[in-house]
């Protein structure tokens, strides 16, 4: 997890001179993460949103932490509330977001469903879904986006039957897409490749 939080954040190695205090204030959020001071970074996260209402990439990684956080431990007691309060936060944020946001929101159902999969699956499984063909539809581009509905199905495989051919060749796809992102706004969400990587090895072995 921290040599992906390392290779995840080395996007963020912004040079200290003439950083903003909005700048300064994420790349720290980003270090505390990295080092796995989660709650300080989140603390941080909430003290950068309160002073830029308008501006959702902050809010945007205290949900991704969230989340990712969960992923490591779906059986904790707590995460029925986590996912509840990500909800509240994703539902704010989804039509100033975008595609982003619909990606998140597939992620916190899926966070949902791994918590107890063979009595969460029938319900969860169409509201993931709904979640990340949106955020295709919103932005075909998004890599996020194409990986998040190719690791899905891919990971479903072992549930249900699934045509991996299809969703290999997706999963090719938002490789691409990834070596393809680009964007000028600080901080804007680059993650991705080497989860994708990582599911490929999925493909190899079917």
Known sequence: MKKLLILLFSVFSVMSFGQSKYEAG????????????????????????????????????????????????????????????????????????????????????TLELITDPMNKGMVQTPIINKAYDKSIELDPTNPRAVYSVASFQINSAKFMKVDMTYYCKMLEKSIELFDKQKSDVPFYPSWGKDWALKTQELCKGK
């Open 26 to 109: 994420m790349q720290k959020a980003m270090q505390q993460w990295q080092s796995g001071q989660s709650k300080e970074a989140v603390a941080m996260l909430d003290r950068i949103a309160m002073s830029d209402k308008e501006n959702w990439i902050p809010v945007y990684y205290k949900v991704f932490i969230s989340i990712t956080g969960g992923f490591s431990n779906p059986q904790a007691d707590n995460i029925e509330d986590i996912v509840a309060a990500n909800r509240v936060l994703i539902d704010q944020w989804l039509e100033k977001g975008g595609s982003e946001w619909y990606v998140l929101k597939g992620m916190n159902e």
